[in-house]
Nanobody, 118 residues
Framework: QVQLVESGGGLVQAGGSLRLSCAASGRSFSYYAVAWFRQAPGKERELVAAASRSASNPYYADSVKGRFTISRDNAKNTVYLQMNSLKPEDTAVYYC???????????WGQGTQVTVSS
């Protein structure tokens, strides 16, 4: 059982940066694969980035490659999403997720709003 709480969202100008954090509770968090999703109004939910237990070979959506970085600190039970060179198209609610198997994310946080102004 894992509980996730996102933070770090907010309003930023285009070209700026934000770092999202996801605090996880659960004694076996280090065994879980993690991912960040986002959903903008009128658009489908999108997988933004995903990391295995070690985060050695992360996945990134084409739309964010080279700009976003997913990382995790298992000792602190925390997942991060560093977002650089933000664009208005990045505006969405961002969700932290986790699951025992990569690609099967059973646990979701409440989401945090990211708004990028032009």
């Amino acid at each position: 059982q894992v509980q996730l709480v996102e933070s770090g969202g907010g309003l930023v100008q285009a070209g700026g940066s934000l770092r999202l954090s996801c605090a996880a509770s659960g004694r076996s968090f280090s065994y879980y694969a993690v991912a960040w999703f986002r959903q903008a109004p009128g658009k489908e939910r999108e997988l933004v980035a995903a990391a295995s237990r070690s985060a050695s070979n992360p996945y990134y959506a084409d739309s964010v490659k080279g700009r976003f970085t997913i990382s995790r600190d298992n000792a602190k039970n925390t997942v991060y999403l560093q977002m650089n060179s933000l664009k208005p198209e990045d505006t969405a609610v961002y969700y932290c997720t986790a699951g025992i198997l990569q690609g099967n994310y059973n646990y979701w946080g409440q989401g945090t709003q990211v708004t990028v102004s032009s």
